[in-house]
C-alpha cells in the first residue's frame, strides 16, 4: 500500500521559482503511471506556486505514457486579477511533454449568488456494499498495482451490459486527507475513473477496444477533508467514432455535490483481447459481440 500525498509529492528546484521536481511511483500503476495521478502531481505544483489558496478548475491533456521514474513540472502564471490567477503547467520527463494542464486559483472569502439545486443519486452506502476485492476474490491479485492503495464498492457488478453509468464509493487505504489541498488531489484523482467505468457497463467483457483519456476537466465545489468515503457517478451517454464523452460528478457521503467533470477518451484495440476472448470461454463467460 502507498500514500498518495507522500508519492505526489513536489519540491521547488533551487534558484527556479518556475520549476518543480517529483517522482511517478508504480504504486500508481495501471498499463502505465495512471493519469489521475499524473494530473494531481500538476495540481500540486499550480497550487504550491500560486498567490492565491483555493483551487477552482483543472483541465489537462494527456499527451504521452511516462516513465516510473523523475518529472519535471513547469508552472507558470498566465493572468487573471486580483483575486483570481490562471496557470499553466507542464509535466515533463526526459524533454517529453507528458501532460499540458491550465489551472485557475481564486481566494477565498468571494461574495455571489447561493444556490444548491444539487441531487445525489439514491444508491446504498459504502457500508452496504462489497469491495472489489470481495467481489473478486483471488483475481483481485492480478488486477493492476494502482488497486493495492485505494478500495472500491461498486453499485454494479458483472451484470449484464445495461447503461453506460458507473457509480462506486472510493477511499485511500493509506493516505489521511488533512485539509482542502490534499483533499482537491483526492478530489481529481477520483473523477479520473468513472468514463472508462462508465463506458464498459454497456459492453460485454472481454472488451474490444481500451479508451485511454484524452483529457480530463474538474471543477472543484466543496471540500471535505475530514471524510473518508466519496462516491463517484459517471455517465458515458454516447460513444461512436471512435470517441466518447463521460460527465461525472463526485459527492460525499452525506449527499454534497463536491466536484463535476468531464473527459474524452479515444477507443484503442486491446492488445490482450483474443487471450481474454479464451479464458472468458473456459470459464464459460464468454458473450458472443460480434
Not at 5 to 14: C, G, Q
Not at 25 to 41: E, K, L
Not at 215 to 223: A, E, G, I, W
Request: with cysteine; aromatic share 12%.
Amino acid at each position: 500500500m502507498a500514500n498518495f500525498l507522500d508519492d505526489t509529492r513536489v519540491e521547488a528546484f533551487s534558484g527556479e521559482p518556475n520549476r518543480w521536481h517529483s517522482a511517478l511511483s508504480s504504486h500508481w500503476a495501471v498499463w502505465g503511471p495512471n493519469g489521475g495521478y499524473v494530473a494531481a502531481i500538476a495540481l500540486r505544483a499550480a497550487m504550491a506556486q500560486s498567490r492565491l489558496p483555493r483551487p477552482a478548475s483543472f483541465h489537462c491533456h494527456f499527451l504521452a505514457v511516462g516513465q516510473f521514474a523523475a518529472v519535471d513540472v513547469r508552472v507558470r502564471s498566465l493572468g487573471g486579477g486580483k483575486r483570481a490567477e490562471s496557470l499553466s503547467v507542464e509535466v515533463v520527463q526526459e524533454d517529453r511533454l507528458l501532460l499540458a494542464a491550465t489551472a485557475w486559483m481564486v481566494d477565498d472569502g468571494l461574495e455571489g449568488f447561493e444556490h444548491a439545486f444539487e441531487a445525489a443519486p439514491e444508491v446504498p452506502g459504502p457500508d452496504a456494499l462489497r469491495s472489489y476485492a470481495e467481489l473478486a476474490g483471488d483475481e483481485y491479485d492480478q488486477w493492476y498495482p494502482i488497486w493495492r492503495s485505494i478500495e472500491g464498492r461498486p453499485v454494479r457488478w458483472r451484470e449484464a451490459p445495461g447503461k453506460p453509468e458507473w457509480h462506486a464509493w472510493l477511499r485511500f487505504n493509506e493516505t489521511p486527507i488533512p485539509d482542502r489541498q490534499a483533499d482537491a488531489l483526492r478530489q481529481l484523482f477520483w473523477l479520473d475513473f468513472p468514463g472508462w467505468n462508465a463506458a464498459i457497463s454497456a459492453h460485454p467483457w472481454p472488451f474490444r477496444y481500451l479508451a485511454p483519456n484524452l483529457d480530463l476537466t474538474v471543477q472543484f465545489h466543496r471540500f471535505a477533508p475530514g471524510e473518508e468515503w466519496m462516491l463517484a457517478d459517471g455517465v458515458v451517454p454516447l460513444a461512436r467514432e471512435g470517441l466518447l464523452g463521460c460527465v461525472s460528478r463526485l459527492w460525499s457521503e452525506r449527499g454534497d455535490l463536491l466536484a463535476t467533470g468531464t473527459s474524452k477518451h479515444v477507443c484503442r484495440p486491446n492488445p490482450l483481447y483474443e487471450e481474454e476472448r479464451a479464458r472468458a470461454r473456459a470459464l464459460g463467460l464468454l458473450h458472443d459481440d460480434g
